[in-house]
T-cell receptor
Framework: AQSVTQLDSQVPVFEEAPVELRCNYSSSVSVYLFWYVQYPNQGLQLLLKYLSGSTLVKGINGFEAEFNKSQTSFHLRKPSVHISDTAEYFC?????????????FGAGTRLAVHP | DVKVTQSSRYLVKRTGEKVFLECVQDMDHENMFWYRQDPGLGLRLIYFSYDVKMKEKGDIPEGYSVSREKKERFSLILESASTNQTSMYLCASFLRGYTFGSGTRLTVV
């Protein structure tokens, strides 16, 4: 069975500082990996995804993530955050299970950007 | 762009009521999902459906059922609402990627 662990429940950071949100997964089969963002009182929006190919994936709003198969990690990074990046971020893994494609989420990381 | 619409943004229901949460997608997707979101737990899969009249249990199906009579509509049913079902409920559909609705915040009093 697949599972996702987001290592930090909350990450406070100052504006214009770099940030890394950590995500580890476990799976015995090939996976697809995703990062979603949820702004206050809104639904989930896809930031980026890894399906295959280059292990460095670039997404929207200046975010990027690196797939590391040996460490089973998919950490999200941004070199300089803005106040508007304050949101909750979810890492997710998807794979075929019993013929169905299911998305399994981590518990989320709340990013708080301070001026 | 695919649209996934959840009919209610906020709902307040009484304990013991039967509750219907509706979700409609406009792109003929076969796969649809219901999640609940709780602080510190992330999103947990309740039920999913891969075709009309087909359904599969997710990780936390207890206390819920679903209905998929038409491809575009996937309903989540709380047969007898309880206070521990107070949560944010998110619907999603999938073809080559997942699209989520805006969510329904259900409060059971």
């Amino acid at each position: 069975a697949q599972s996702v662990t987001q290592l930090d429940s909350q990450v406070p950071v100052f504006e214009e500082a770099p940030v890394e949100l950590r995500c580890n997964y476990s799976s015995s089969v090939s996976v697809y990996l995703f990062w979603y963002v949820q702004y206050p009182n809104q639904g989930l929006q896809l930031l980026l995804k890894y399906l295959s190919g280059s292990t460095l994936v670039k997404g929207i709003n200046g975010f990027e993530a690196e797939f590391n198969k040996s460490q089973t990690s998919f950490h999200l990074r941004k070199p300089s955050v803005h106040i508007s990046d304050t949101a909750e971020y979810f890492c997710a893994v998807s794979s075929l299970s019993g013929g169905y494609n299911k998305l399994i989420f981590g518990a989320g990381t709340r990013l708080a950007v301070h001026p | 762009d695919v649209k996934v619409t959840q009919s209610s943004r906020y709902l307040v229901k009484r304990t013991g009521e039967k509750v219907f949460l509706e979700c409609v997608q406009d792109m003929d997707h076969e796969n649809m999902f219901w999640y609940r979101q709780d602080p510190g737990l992330g999103l947990r899969l309740i039920y999913f459906s891969y075709d009309v009249k087909m359904k599969e249990k997710g990780d936390i199906p207890e206390g819920y059922s679903v209905s998929r009579e038409k491809k575009e509509r996937f309903s989540l049913i709380l047969e007898s609402a309880s206070t521990n079902q107070t949560s944010m409920y998110l619907c999603a559909s999938f073809l080559r990627g997942y699209t989520f609705g805006s969510g329904t915040r259900l409060t059971v009093v």
